[in-house]
């Protein structure tokens, strides 16, 4: 595939986000960047180089996602602003993240196209609203271009920060959906989760909830503080979104995987397996969330494993992975070893590590929230 064969196919008329969610589960894809940079295909500071250097690159992983259950394709622009490589403008990488999107969600069938803002290097440094504002406008243009389907405000540690995100994102007439990277604690300046999930309701959000640092559990955790506070504040209509952490963090603490002694060459040690994650998007479903997703670590193949989860939550929608060779828990029926073992076994399976010497926790390596905005020049409210 050659992405320089012009522009995206025009998309076909489809049901919006809003009206998928008020009928049931929307399956998100993974994590992008993420993705690439295992392939070899990003740096280590985790930055979208790649939508311009290898762009079939980045157009196959968004080709997986969706064949795998993905109902969405989300730009692959995480981080563009903070791009330091002179040679690779923000602006041309955000122009390729939109345009290998749509061309992936053009190949697939009713596949929505999202586009993202993130933190700010201008509110870590405290430039005021009015820069960050800008700088939020300026991705915000390339998703109004294209029309796309929704728009995103995630990976954002204040809810003042977030708040300033949704305000802009409203602008652009499009479902807007925010997701802070935040745990139990709260974000980084102290406020709650059930504060946070009402203030970024009342900013206009039509979906809250969080994404990335935490793993499942935490953040479901986390999601159900979001919605008792919601239901506390009358606006339980809010609907709940949460793409988490590829891995396991029971030991995470204010900052998520960023604390953690194995991040980020370690982590792979506390990887989810398919049974993870579809046993994730089933207590997401039971908790009321209604757009599933994964980010940093979540591979196709967990998104495959939360598709065939919520098939019934979602109008019978099969992935064509799964059209074509029926659900991953049937695979190797036919070997007596393993046809004996029923849906239920792998449920209730805790998988052993291989690692005689491991340990399942570890101490953090930063535990507060000064020890982490100390970087910044900033300290926590």
């Known amino acids: 595939m050659d992405m320089d ?14 009206q998928r969610l008020s009928e049931g589960v929307v399956v998100g894809d993974g994590g992008m960047i993420w993705t690439m940079e295992k392939r070899g295909y990003a740096n280590c500071g985790f930055t979208p180089e790649a939508v311009v250097e290898h762009p079939d690159a980045v157009l196959q992983v968004h080709r997986e996602f969706v064949h795998n259950g993905a ?14 490589d002179e040679t690779v403008q923000g602006v041309s990488v955000n122009k390729a993240a939109c345009d290998i999107a749509l061309k992936a969600a053009s190949e697939g069938e009713d596949i929505l196209v999202a586009g993202s803002i993130t933190k700010t290097q201008a509110y870590e440094r405290g430039d005021g609203k009015e820069v960050i504002q800008t700088e939020f406008r300026r991705q915000l243009e390339f ?19 977030t708040v300033w995100g949704i305000e802009v ?13 935040i745990g139990p604690q709260g974000d980084i300046d102290g406020v709650s989760p059930q504060e946070c999930a009402v203030r970024m309701a009342n900013a206009g959000a039509d979906l809250v909830g969080v994404n990335c640092r935490f793993g499942p559990a935490k953040c479901l955790e986390t999601i159900a503080m979001m919605k008792q506070g919601l239901a506390a504040a009358n606006l339980g209509h809010i609907y709940l979104a949460v793409q988490p952490f590829g891995y396991h ?8 995987y960023m604390a953690m002694a194995e991040f980020p060459f370690g982590v792979d040690a506390r ?10 998007a089933v207590e997401a479903q039971q908790l009321g969330v209604k757009y599933i997703g994964g980010c940093c670590g979540f591979e196709p193949r967990h998104i495959r494993a939360m598709s065939e989860a919520m098939e019934e939550h979602r109008g019978g929608r099969r992935a064509p992975v799964t059209k074509r060779y029926g659900k991953f828990l049937d695979c190797f029926k036919e070997r007596p070893e393993v046809a004996k073992r029923e849906e239920d076994y792998w449920l209730k399976m805790q998988p052993a590590t291989g690692r005689p010497r491991s340990s399942a926790m570890s101490p953090p390596v930063t535990e507060d929230a000064n020890a982490y905005l100390h970087r910044f020049g900033r300290s926590a409210a």
Not at 271 to 280: G, M, N, S, V
Request: charged letters at 25%.
């Open 5 to 18: 064969q012009g522009p995206p196919a025009k998309r076909a008329m489809k049901k919006d986000l809003l």
């Open 71 to 84: 109902e969405v394709t989300q730009t692959c622009n995480f981080w563009s602003p903070h791009i330091e």
């Open 143 to 161: 998703y109004v271009e294209n029309n796309f389907d929704f728009v995103v405000a995630e990976y954002l540690d204040t809810i003042e920060e």
């Open 169 to 181: 994102l409203k602008t652009s007439g499009k479902p807007v959906m925010a997701t802070m990277c």
């Open 249 to 256: 963090t029971p030991d995470a603490s204010l900052t998520g």
């Open 271 to 280: 990887c989810l397996t398919r049974i993870d994650a579809q046993k994730y």
